[in-house]
Every structure is written in C-alpha cells, then in structure tokens.
C-alpha cells in the first residue's frame, strides 16, 4: 500500500530529446510527490515537486505532469542534454512527519 | 534550496569498530530527520525516521542496537554504526524535513568496512 511504482528502469535518448519517466502511487493520503536527481557518488536532489492540487509544475526544463484519478505523475526532461545523464527517483509522502516513499529510479543516459 | 552536509563523506574502518556520521541541516532546522542505506544501483532504503529530542523510529529489520541514532538539536543528527561488520559496507545518505514537507538530502557518506 506504500509502493511508488516507476518505469523505465532505464533511458536512453539522444542529445535534444525529451525522455519522460512515469510514476504511479496507491495511496490516497500521499500529497507531496518530489522528483529527485541523483549522481555517482552523491545524495540525491530535489529537482521538481508538485501537491495534488495542480495537475502540471514547469521549473525550467523540468516539467511534472500529474493525474489525480490515475494516481500518476511523470517527470518531462525538455531539451534534454548529456549532463542530464543521471539516475532520477520520484518519491510520494504524506503530510506530517512522514518519510518519502521512493521509487526504484531510473538510469537516463543522453548521448550526443 | 536548504543544505544538508554530512561528514564525513567517506570513511574506511576495521571490522569490530565504531563510526559515527553526523548529518547538519546548515541553513534550516529540521525537527525531523531521515537515515537512509543506499547500495549500488538501487534505491534509497529508509533506516529510521530521527525526530529532535525523542527516540528514533526504527523500520522493521533494521537493528536500533547496531545503528545508534541520536537527535540531539534541531540542527544536527548522527548516526553511529556500532562493531561495524563488512555487510554494513554501504553508502549512507540522510535527509532533513524543511517547513512545507520538502526533504533535503545530504551528499552522502561512503563507508568502507574492511
């Protein structure tokens, strides 16, 4: 019931593309859905996050789109660049003191 | 966005002895802090969930007597992995809560048990 399920486990795209990485949750009570990035050797970033209440966030190239009454979100990449190549989690938590549920990610590689 | 440091970021120890990590919310304070395992190519594996002056909160298979956790400000938490074995070997990463739900994460601490 706490599962966050997220596809492909990995991506590859050519230098411009837009790949897109999709999530989907069962828990009702979730109502804070980050995207973090995620580089060998380094914690994780928080890159984009998005509530239930909007159905789409843009920061940049970064694009969250989100369905209420699928119970998905996924994460667009624009333009997308090789210093994008990264492994990307989307995660889901619940107000309060709550811990984030994680996705298992997704290795990008974008190449030239 | 907030930072969160962790030190040290990597370590490498003898089996049977103690390490200590300390995870440092540096611009924010976090009531709330989060432990995580992480081993190559995977997910992120919550350990416990440390709250500021109480008792963390261990997820089950996780030993409270091996990975010590204390809270002890709302700026600081640390972790101390008691007569660490080869299989603790891993990348340990902890997350501070900020005030609208946001989780920050620390770079992350290797550690090597020979």
């Known amino acids: 019931q706490q599962q966050v399920k997220q596809s492909p486990q990995s991506l590859i795209v050519q230098k411009g593309g837009i790949p897109i990485i999709n999530c989907a949750y069962e828990n009702t009570a979730f109502d804070y859905f980050p995207w973090y990035q995620q580089f060998p050797g380094k914690g994780p970033a928080l890159l984009i996050a998005?509530?239930?209440?909007?159905s789409e966030k843009k920061e940049g190239r970064f694009t969250i789109s989100f369905n209420k009454s699928a119970k998905q979100f996924s994460l667009h990449i624009m333009d997308s660049q090789p210093g994008d190549s990264a492994t990307y989690f989307c995660a889901a938590s619940m107000a309060g003191n709550t811990p984030l549920v994680f996705g298992k990610g997704t290795r990008l590689s974008v190449i030239a | 966005g907030a930072v969160v440091s962790q030190h040290p970021s990597w370590v490498i120890c003898k089996s049977g002895t103690s390490v200590k990590i300390e995870c440092r919310s540096l611009d924010f304070q976090a009531t709330t802090m989060f432990w995580y395992r992480q081993f190559p190519k995977q997910s992120l594996m919550l350990m416990a969930t440390s709250n500021e002056g109480s008792k963390a909160t261990y997820e089950q298979g996780v030993e409270k007597d091996k990975f010590l956790i204390n809270h002890a400000s709302l700026t600081l938490s640390t972790l101390t992995v008691t007569s660490a074995h080869p299989e603790d070997s891993s990348f340990y990463i902890c997350?501070?809560?900020?005030?609208?739900?946001?989780?920050?994460f620390g770079p992350g601490t290797r550690l090597t048990v020979l």
């Open positions: 997350s501070a809560k900020g005030l609208a739900n946001e989780q920050f």
């Open positions: 998005i509530r239930p209440d909007v």
